[in-house]
């Protein structure tokens, strides 16, 4: 298949998934070496023509619409109220995104207070799945933030978040999250 052909298929196929797809998998549906998808997904993302474009999450690829052109989608799609994100909201994503794999409980304790709501919606909205479950008493379940979180956010991948700074009265928690380290390591995740 030549690069044109190669191109063509891949945007097909991304097309038709509607979803992130591995590269992995793109080279097995294509038939092609993982090394020529990745040229040839790397000269398709560098394209500025047409009202698509590729975008990369993580080791996964998705097609989606260009920025420029979100007023005329939006004109087709029904008329929605955007939902904002409550402090809380962000609070627990920001600490699932920095800490993941991470615990319902652990979360808890860094806030103060309980998430259970937050955690449903946050998973209903597609932004935090469960992960597997950490190899403790209890078996607590491990949660991580999702490609939709990343969509939803524009990062590629998790290296992308902004760096913070721990303040000195944040120093105690260092020790908390030094023990969930060292249990993290021992964690069965993707169970």
């Known amino acids: 298949m030549n690069t044109k052909e190669l191109e063509c298929a891949l945007e097909a196929v991304l097309f038709a998934a509607g979803e992130p797809v591995s590269l992995k998998r793109l080279?097995?549906?294509?038939?092609?070496?993982?090394?020529d998808v990745l040229n040839a997904l790397r000269d398709m993302m560098a394209s500025k023509?047409?009202?698509?474009?590729?975008?990369?999450?993580?080791?996964?690829?998705?097609?989606?619409?260009?920025?420029?052109?979100?007023?005329?989608?939006?004109?087709?799609?029904?008329?929605h109220r955007p939902q904002s994100?409550?402090?809380?909201?962000?609070?627990?994503?920001?600490?699932?995104?920095?800490?993941?794999?991470?615990?319902?409980?652990?979360?808890?304790?860094?806030?103060?207070?309980?998430?259970?709501?937050?955690?449903?919606?946050?998973?209903?909205?597609?932004?935090?799945?469960?992960?597997?479950?950490?190899?403790?008493?209890?078996?607590?379940?491990?949660?991580?933030?999702t490609q939709e979180f990343m969509r939803a956010f524009g990062i590629s991948s998790l290296s992308e978040l902004p760096e913070f700074e721990v303040r000195g009265d944040e120093e105690e928690l260092d020790g908390e999250f030094d023990e969930l380290s060292t249990a993290k390591e021992t964690s069965e995740v993707g169970e």
């Open 49 to 79: 023509s047409g009202g698509t474009q590729i975008i990369q999450l993580e080791d996964c690829y998705q097609i989606c619409t260009r920025a420029e052109y979100y007023e005329y989608v939006s004109r087709l799609a029904e008329p």
């Open 85 to 145: 994100l409550s402090n809380a909201a962000m609070e627990v994503l920001a600490v699932v995104a920095y800490r993941q794999p991470v615990t319902k409980s652990t979360v808890e304790n860094i806030r103060g207070v309980n998430c259970d709501y937050i955690f449903n919606r946050l998973i209903e909205r597609g932004l935090v799945e469960e992960v597997g479950r950490l190899d403790a008493p209890g078996r607590p379940i491990l949660f991580a933030v």
């Open 27 to 35: 080279a097995e549906v294509t038939a092609s070496a993982e090394d």
